[in-house]
């Protein structure tokens, strides 16, 4: 397994691991998000590669923190193949995702996730996350 940026070439395997995740789309969609965040020097999108095949996708997004001295950086996506869960795949994104945000001199990495997902909160404390506390959305 080999992580790297995600191209324009993955456009189709990332569109399927979005509606794993429930946000159903289709490639040309993704196609013009990938535009958008690789014109954004914010955001970097990486996905897991196991024998030519994407697995698994993560992003980043840096902002600046009123909180902290420092910037914060919040996973914007992350999501791997169910057929490959629990094989290091999800580990091996976050851990690319954290050294980004290392390397931009971030003193915050966060997470938001559904509240159904408990599988991924387990997943998450393994790791060494800690639930600071919810998260409210509205459709505009």
Do not use: N
Request: charged share 30%.
């Amino acid at each position: 397994m080999r992580i790297r940026d995600a191209a324009h070439a993955d456009s189709p395997e990332v569109a399927r691991l979005l509606e794993l995740l429930g946000y159903p789309t289709d490639g040309d969609a993704v196609l013009r998000r990938l535009a958008r965040i690789e014109a954004s020097a914010a955001d970097r999108l990486f996905v897991a590669e196991d024998d030519g095949q994407v697995v698994g996708l993560a992003g980043i997004h840096v902002s600046p923190s009123l909180e902290y001295d420092g910037d914060s950086a919040k996973v914007s996506v992350i999501v791997v193949d169910e057929a490959v869960r629990r094989r290091g795949v999800g580990r091996a994104l976050l851990d690319a995702v954290e050294a980004e945000a290392r390397k931009r001199g971030c003193v915050l990495l966060f997470l938001t996730t559904a509240t159904r997902r408990k599988d991924a909160h387990d997943f998450y404390r393994r790791l060494g996350w800690d639930e600071t506390g919810l998260r409210f959305a509205k459709t505009l």
